[in-house]
């Protein structure tokens, strides 16, 4: 009797058996179907810039940051030993952010762009009449330009920081393991993404924002509008950036955090841009501002431009602290292979202002340690570290010495 209910219920227990090794067949199957990987190169970080090699029909290796935030690709300096040859059909005029004139640029089309085995073509490549970004001067690395969305059209990207690596994906849709996923929304072949923000006064804002890589920041936001981010009260004033117009200058301050989807920033610090400097841009294009590069390498992601997905997971550099240019010095390196660093500009009221230091002054020591050591990248996290002790910095003004002490407590 009992060897008879016994082998009764095996009838079950092995249907179950079966289902279970389906379901694991099923769930296997599915998480293998993802597209193939047909290209994969590395990158350099330059600051918080993604640096790619890249050549345009049969020119030499070129250094061009990767920038959501343009459409094509655009070359602002060439070396002596760089070569290239395009054929140009027209000058344009180019509008962007920045309170200054129109940027004039030669236009050439049908090129094709090669990024390892990856060839783009008929892209239209654009060069500046004048060299206004001086991107070598600005990061001390060699940088001839930009590349813009273009390089997005054909494949899916993957951005991986903790790699250093760029992965092309065949157009097939898929998404990847462990990551989320905000929908983007594409106008003039830029791309948007819906996030949230809590301001200081406890409201909770849904802002659209533009992925910029090529903005070296964390984020900005407008202040045109009824319905902006709201200024905080504690702010200082500054250089954010460098636009195709120009100077963008503005209030750099605390708000209580971002969210990308589940994923809250704290207390990040951001920008608010003068209104002159960005007026143009709001005007033809609605949306409350911008994602830069200094917060989305604390991710890694894929971009899906055909899905109009953007996938995102935290990498090692989510928790890094948020930081600004306490000092107020703007700087840049005279010549990417010899390390003579100078004073480009003040911030206006900034401690390196009270301290007495000027444009055109060369930096030769801080604190006691020769600058001849250390990228300019290297200085620069000094200028944004807080301190309750001065920071001493030995100038070199008309052949004089000039030694100042500069107050580095945080002001926001």
Do not use: C
């Amino acid at each position: 009797m009992n060897n008879q209910q016994n082998k009764g219920n095996l009838v079950p227990l092995q249907g179950l058996k079966v289902l279970l090794f389906f379901l694991l067949i099923i769930s296997y199957l599915s998480a293998e179907i993802k597209p193939r990987k047909v290209e994969s190169i590395p990158f350099e970080v330059v600051g918080s810039y993604i640096v790619i090699t890249t050549k345009i029909n049969d020119s030499s290796p070129l250094k061009l940051i990767l920038d959501t935030g343009i459409r094509n690709t655009m070359i602002t300096e060439l070396q002596p030993d760089d070569h290239i040859s395009l054929n140009y059909s027209d000058v344009k005029d180019l509008m962007g952010l920045g309170a200054g004139k129109d940027l004039e640029a030669f236009s050439s089309n049908y090129n094709t762009l090669k990024i390892g085995k990856i060839k783009l073509p008929n892209k239209t490549v654009y060069v500046l009449q004048n060299n206004i970004f001086n991107l070598s001067k600005h990061s001390g690395s060699k940088i001839n330009g930009l590349i813009g969305v273009d390089f997005f059209l054909d494949h899916t990207i993957e951005i991986n920081y903790s790699t250093k690596r760029i992965n092309f994906y065949e157009q097939t849709p898929f998404d990847p393991k462990g990551y989320s996923f905000l929908p983007i929304t594409i106008e003039g072949q830029k791309l948007f993404v819906d996030l949230s923000v809590l301001e200081a006064d406890s409201t909770r804002k849904n802002v659209k924002m533009l992925i910029d890589t090529g903005a070296e920041l964390n984020a900005w936001f407008q202040t045109i509008t009824n319905n902006s981010v709201k200024l905080p009260s504690k702010w200082v004033q500054g250089t954010i950036g460098e636009g195709l117009n120009g100077i963008i200058t503005g209030k750099f301050a605390h708000i209580p955090e971002i969210s990308f989807g589940d994923y809250k920033l704290k207390t990040p610090i951001v920008s608010f841009p003068d209104s002159s400097t960005i007026k143009g841009i709001i005007t033809d294009v609605k949306r409350d501002g911008t994602i830069g590069s200094q917060l989305l390498n604390r991710f890694n992601i894929f971009i899906d431009f055909t899905q109009k997905k953007f996938y995102f997971k935290p990498n090692e550099n989510f928790k890094r602290r948020f930081t600004y240019n306490i000092a107020g010095i703007e700087i840049i390196q005279i010549t990417p292979s010899f390390p003579i660093i100078e004073v480009m500009a003040v911030w206006e009221n900034s401690p390196a202002e009270k301290a007495g230091v000027l444009p055109g002054d060369g930096i030769s020591e801080i604190n006691g340690n020769s600058v001849f050591s250390m990228s300019l990248g290297e200085v620069r996290k000094v200028f944004e570290t807080p301190s309750n002790m001065p920071l001493k910095i030995s100038l070199k003004r008309n052949e004089k010495d000039i030694y100042v002490s500069i107050d580095m407590k945080e002001k926001i």
